[in-house]
C-alpha cells in the first residue's frame, strides 16, 4: 500500500478553498480510505483531503484513537457545515501539514454539525471538547485555513522564518547527496 504524501506549510496547495463533494462515488471511497490510512501512520486524529492535495470537502477523523488506547474507529465527514457555535475555549493544537509545531488557539467550545457520510446519510452533531475542537481544525483545512492562521503574527512569522530554514537546509543536504 502506498501512502500519500501529506503536504506541509507553506505549501500554496493548503491554501485552496475546497469543492463540495456532489456524489459518492468509487473513488471517492478509495480516497477516504487512503486518507484513513495516512492518518493512522501518521499518527493523527484528523485529516482533510487538501492535505492529500485533493482539493474536495471530507474530512476523516478519530478524536477516540490514541497510539497507546482505544481500537480504531475512523469516521469519514463529508461536506461538513459548522451550525453554531458557542462559548470559547483555548486548546494547544498540531497540524500533520504543520511540523514541528504547537501554538495555542482560541476555538468555540461547542458546535453544532451537519455532514454527510460515506452511505450519503447525513447527521446533525452537538459536540465539544476535543472533537469540537477538531471539527473547527479540519473545517478550517477546507476553506484554506490552517491554524497557524489563527494565532498571532508574531508567533506565525516566528515559525514561518523557522520552517524556511529547515527547508533551505533540506534542500542543501539534497543537492550534496547529488553531488556523489
Ligand atoms: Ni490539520
Known amino acids: 500500500m502506498a501512502l500519500r504524501p501529506v ?3 507553506p ?24 486518507m484513513i490510512d495516512v492518518m493512522y501512520d501518521e499518527p493523527g486524529i484528523g485529516l482533510a483531503a ?6 474536495i470537502r471530507m474530512v476523516v477523523m478519530d478524536t477516540e ?10 469516521q469519514v465527514i463529508i461536506n461538513p457545515e459548522i451550525l453554531e457555535r458557542e462559548g470559547s475555549v483555548i ?21 453544532k454539525v451537519r455532514y ?14 476535543l472533537r469540537a475542537v477538531c471539527f473547527q481544525h479540519e473545517n478550517d483545512h477546507l476553506d484554506g485555513v490552517l491554524f497557524v492562521d489563527r494565532i498571532s503574527r508574531l508567533k506565525r512569522g516566528l515559525y514561518t522564518k ?19
Open 162 to 180: 523557522k520552517r524556511k530554514k529547515a527547508l533551505k537546509l533540506e534542500e542543501e543536504d539534497v543537492a550534496e547527496s547529488g553531488a556523489l
Open 11 to 34: 505549501d500554496p496547495r493548503l491554501k485552496r478553498v475546497s469543492a463540495p463533494v456532489e456524489d459518492v462515488t468509487d473513488g471517492l471511497r478509495e480516497l477516504a480510505a487512503d
Open 116 to 129: 454527510i457520510d460515506l452511505e450519503g446519510k447525513e447527521h446533525v452533531e452537538d459536540c465539544d471538547d
Open 7 to 9: 503536504l506541509l506549510f
Open 50 to 55: 487538501p492535505q492529500v492535495a485533493e482539493a
Open 65 to 74: 484513537w490514541t497510539e497507546e488506547g482505544n481500537d480504531r474507529d475512523a
Open 91 to 111: 486548546w494547544t493544537e498540531g497540524c500533520l501539514s504543520v511540523p514541528d509545531f504547537q501554538a495555542e488557539v482560541e476555538r468555540a467550545a461547542r458546535v
